[in-house]
């Protein structure tokens, strides 16, 4: 359990007196552990490679302290926008719907990457072993209370790699400095170091509470300007002909018996006169997109933001639940016609079969893992601001401890953004998009000491840099595949981001 401390946001502190003595003895206990690690002749995970063993110590440990934070408490969110240090690591994931579900976290004690085909089993054994010698709470309170590890991942074994994408590894989880997690009204505050060897916790302490005393207790994000100035220019990084070749490729290869599906995805470039403002822009889309998981995750002058409505997969102890999201149409401001367009959804041939390969393949990805995998039998529409989905949810009863990173590894890509097969699929997607996605389309979450956590697919989503966005958007390719209607899904699905970042 947490220390169920209240907190109060504001001079001299966030800790009291007795929070902070803990804080001390776990600070003093971790450096012990460290050492005794450190003894044992073994060996950091700092650098990407083969999991580590079960039993490796690593000769650092970390340290940390989770309180409730006294109502009114702040927007954890815009406590992390409006306290982040210029380049300082963030991280946001919401989804207001859900009783206004959200973590948020600054900084980084410890970065775990990997690259290639085991990076997801590479980070999720490091972070295993790390959350093994911690001195922490264990999880308590709202989902992603307590000590976490945040980040994502590229949707291909060495995504991210293009110049665009610094920044992002294709595997990248970080344990932050401070974190904030809410559900309803009670939110808890998380702060963690990383002790080794050689440190002191005096000093330790110290660090944390010059962090905590440059915390701000906003409550609010900031907004998008509501008259920008200057020119903004919406420009196709490929022109729209390549896409349209593109599934006409693809759909020949389908026909021949090569593939059932496959996700091909556009980029679009956004030019503003000014640099976009990372933290506005969460804000609009967390406005707009309430029923959908918000996400952010800012490394360097980068951030990736998004809104998804695709949840790749949730662990709660032995229980994983996740949803199979294909086939879309529009929505209309005429609730007779958004019904109609929801109904031919629904009847629509294409979409059912872009549907249904989705929903067989996941189950079948659990069932190895689980005592019973259970599918919804018949799919629903689900409606967003602009978009509607068929949508089936899926649960699963774990048959053995797979953590939420494990189960990651298990499911991605999912024929909703991947193919099927994808062995065939992922030879054809980047020759036939020409690009490197990063982590489009890829996980993006967090995981707590237990193992517990949430992924979601990283879709509706844009790269900013500057006053640069790339955004992204991609379609399911089946047989009966009409290459200027897929062409013009990608712009209803870019419509989640454009308005927001084109003034």
Same mark, same amino acid.
């Given at each position: 359990?947490?220390?169920?401390?209240?907190?109060?946001?504001?001079?001299?502190?966030?800790?009291?007196?007795?929070?902070?003595?803990?804080?001390?003895?776990?600070?003093?206990?971790?450096?012990?552990?460290?050492?005794?690690?450190?003894?044992?002749?073994?060996?950091?995970?700092?650098?990407?490679?083969?999991?580590?063993?079960?039993?490796?110590?690593?000769?650092?440990?970390?340290? @940390?302290?989770?309180?409730?934070?006294?109502?009114?408490?702040?927007?954890?969110?815009?406590?992390?926008?409006?306290?982040?240090?210029?380049?300082?690591?963030?991280?946001?994931?919401?989804?207001?719907?859900?009783?206004?579900?959200?973590?948020?976290?600054?900084?980084?004690?410890?970065?775990?990457?990997?690259?290639?085909?085991?990076?997801?089993?590479?980070?999720?054994?490091?972070?295993?072993?790390?959350?093994?010698?911690?001195?922490?709470?264990?999880?308590?309170?709202?989902?992603?209370?307590?000590?976490?590890?945040?980040?994502?991942?590229?949707?291909?074994?060495?995504?991210?790699?293009?110049?665009?994408?610094?920044?992002?590894?294709?595997?990248?989880?970080?344990?932050?400095?401070?974190?904030?997690?809410?559900?309803?009204?009670?939110?808890?505050?998380?702060?963690?170091?990383?002790?080794?060897?050689?440190?002191?916790?005096?000093?330790?302490?110290?660090? +944390?509470?010059?962090?905590?005393?440059?915390?701000?207790?906003?409550?609010?994000?900031?907004?998008?300007?509501?008259?920008?100035?200057?020119?903004?220019?919406?420009?196709?990084?490929?022109?729209?002909?390549?896409?349209?070749?593109?599934?006409?490729?693809?759909?020949?290869? +389908?026909?021949?018996?090569?593939?059932?599906?496959?996700?091909?995805?556009?980029?679009?470039?956004?030019?503003?006169?000014?640099?976009?403002?990372?933290?506005?822009?969460?804000?609009?889309?967390?406005?707009?997109?309430?029923?959908?998981?918000?996400?952010?995750?800012?490394?360097?002058?980068?951030?990736?933001?998004? @809104?998804?409505?695709?949840?790749?997969?949730?662990?709660?102890?032995?229980?994983?639940?996740?949803?199979?999201?294909?086939?879309?149409?529009?929505?209309?401001?005429?609730? &007779?016609?958004?019904?109609?367009?929801?109904?031919?959804?629904?009847?629509?041939?294409?979409?059912?079969e872009e549907q249904a390969i989705v929903t067989r393949r996941i189950a079948r990805a659990l069932h190895p893992h689980s005592l019973w995998v259970t599918a919804a039998p018949e799919p629903v529409v689900v409606r967003v601001a602009n978009i509607q989905h068929l949508a089936t949810p899926i649960r699963a009863q774990l048959s053995?401890?797979?953590?939420?990173?494990?189960?990651?590894?298990?499911?991605?890509?999912?024929?909703?953004?991947?193919?099927?097969?994808?062995?065939?699929?992922?030879?054809? +997607?980047?020759?036939?998009?020409?690009?490197?996605?990063?982590?489009?389309?890829?996980?993006?979450?967090?995981?707590?000491?237990?193992?517990?956590?949430?992924?979601?697919?990283?879709?509706?989503?844009?790269?900013?840099?500057?006053?640069?966005?790339?955004?992204? &958007?991609?379609?399911?390719?089946?047989?009966?595949?009409?290459?200027? @209607?897929?062409?013009?899904?990608?712009?209803?699905?870019?419509?989640?981001?454009?308005?927001?970042?084109?003034?």
């Amino acid at each position: 359990m947490s220390t169920g401390i209240r907190a109060r946001p504001s001079s001299p502190g966030w800790l009291d007196d007795r929070t902070r003595e803990l804080l001390r003895d776990r600070l003093a206990e971790a450096v012990r552990r460290a050492r005794a690690g450190a003894g044992a002749g073994a060996r950091g995970l700092r650098v990407p490679g083969r999991p580590a063993e079960p039993r490796e110590r690593t000769g650092e440990a970390l340290a @940390a302290v989770t309180v409730r934070l006294a109502a009114p408490a702040p927007d954890p969110t815009a406590v992390v926008v409006a306290s982040r240090r210029p380049g300082e690591p963030w991280f946001a994931l919401e989804q207001p719907d859900r009783d206004g579900t959200a973590l948020a976290a600054l900084g980084c004690v410890r970065a775990v990457e990997a690259t290639g085909a085991e990076r997801f089993a590479a980070v999720s054994q490091a972070w295993q072993t790390l959350a093994r010698e911690a001195v922490a709470d264990p999880p308590d309170g709202p989902a992603g209370s307590g000590l976490v590890a945040v980040g994502g991942f590229a949707f291909a074994p060495r995504g991210g790699e293009s110049p665009t994408w610094t920044g992002f590894a294709p595997a990248s989880l970080q344990v932050p400095e401070v974190a904030l997690a809410r559900r309803g009204d009670d939110v808890r505050l998380t702060v963690a170091a990383l002790a080794t060897p050689d440190d002191d916790p005096a000093q330790l302490l110290a660090r +944390i509470e010059a962090r905590l005393e440059e915390l701000r207790p906003a409550r609010e994000l900031p907004l998008l300007d509501p008259a920008p100035a200057g020119r903004y220019r919406v420009v196709s990084a490929m022109p729209p002909e390549h896409y349209e070749s593109a599934v006409t490729r693809a759909v020949e290869r +389908i026909r021949a018996g090569e593939v059932q599906k496959v996700v091909l995805a556009r980029e679009v470039q956004v030019h503003a006169p000014v640099d976009h403002d990372p933290g506005a822009v969460f804000g609009a889309l967390r406005s707009a997109f309430p029923g959908c998981f918000v996400y952010a995750v800012g490394r360097g002058e980068r951030t990736f933001v998004g @809104a998804t409505p695709e949840l790749l997969v949730r662990r709660d102890g032995e229980r994983a639940s996740t949803v199979a999201l294909a086939g879309s149409t529009r929505r209309s401001a005429d609730p &007779a016609v958004d019904d109609h367009l929801g109904e031919a959804l629904l009847r629509s041939n294409k979409n059912r079969e872009e549907q249904a390969i989705v929903t067989r393949r996941i189950a079948r990805a659990l069932h190895p893992h689980s005592l019973w995998v259970t599918a919804a039998p018949e799919p629903v529409v689900v409606r967003v601001a602009n978009i509607q989905h068929l949508a089936t949810p899926i649960r699963a009863q774990l048959s053995r401890p797979l953590g939420a990173m494990q189960l990651a590894d298990v499911l991605h890509p999912t024929p909703a953004v991947g193919g099927e097969p994808f062995e065939t699929a992922e030879r054809l +997607i980047p020759q036939l998009e020409g690009f490197d996605r990063g982590w489009y389309a890829g996980p993006v979450g967090w995981t707590d000491t237990s193992g517990d956590g949430e992924l979601c697919v990283a879709l509706r989503c844009a790269l900013l840099n500057g006053p640069v966005a790339h955004c992204y &958007a991609g379609v399911g390719v089946v047989r009966d595949s009409d290459p200027a @209607a897929e062409l013009a899904e990608t712009e209803v699905k870019l419509q989640a981001l454009l308005p927001v970042l084109a003034g």
